[in-house]
């Protein structure tokens, strides 16, 4: 059989189409995470990093980006995002280091991590999200909106799915 560019290629390497189609859609980075931080305080609480030390504890919540399609699991502002919602994560080939923010089941953070594309990744499905969906590796179904929820009370929303990933 032939091998696949993300079998052959590291991520440096790809071309920027092999990188975006490397996106499985699952929309886990649109969820709100909370660094468990010795050092906050009520100020600095909410407030949002680009960092998290050793030792530290990322928590997920339920709670997504009020701009996140939660049928399609597609961000309904792609092109504004990022000066829609400017703590919106962006990963892209210089941007590895915020690989933290990804979820173990994310297509980039397992080709790093040396496990290859699960066996529901859409790539291959014809590019179809059902199997991602069936197989529980999605938002959909799962979510609060943050436009809807008082984040103050993020505590209740703390979930472990998103971190759950499957071959
Ligand atoms: S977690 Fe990774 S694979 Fe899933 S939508 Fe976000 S960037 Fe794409
Ligand atoms: S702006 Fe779009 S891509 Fe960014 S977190 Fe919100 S829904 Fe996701």
């Not at 560019?5 to 920027?16: A, I, P, V």
């Not at 949002?48 to 699991?73: F, R, V, W």
Request: proline content about 4%; some cysteine.
């Amino acid at each position: 059989m032939t091998e696949k560019f993300w079998q052959t290629k590291s991520l440096s390497e790809m071309t920027r189409s092999e990188w975006e189609s490397l996106c499985d859609g699952c929309a886990k980075c649109c969820l709100h995470k909370f660094i468990d931080d010795e050092d906050t305080t009520e100020e600095t609480e909410l407030m949002p990093t680009t960092h998290i030390n050793e030792g530290e504890q990322m928590s997920y919540s339920n709670i997504a980006c009020y701009l996140l399609n939660d049928k399609s699991c597609q961000c309904t502002q792609y092109d504004k995002r990022t000066k829609l919602v400017p703590d919106c994560v962006q990963l892209t080939q210089d941007n590895l280091d915020a690989i933290f923010f990804m979820p173990p089941s994310c297509t980039y953070r397992r080709l790093k991590e040396g496990r290859g594309i699960p066996s529901w990744h859409p790539l291959l499905h014809k590019g179809k999200k059902t199997a991602m969906h069936k197989a529980g590796m999605s938002v959909r179904g799962k979510i609060v909106k943050d436009s809807e929820v008082d984040i103050d009370f993020f505590e209740d929303y703390i979930v472990s799915w998103p971190l759950n990933d499957i071959d």
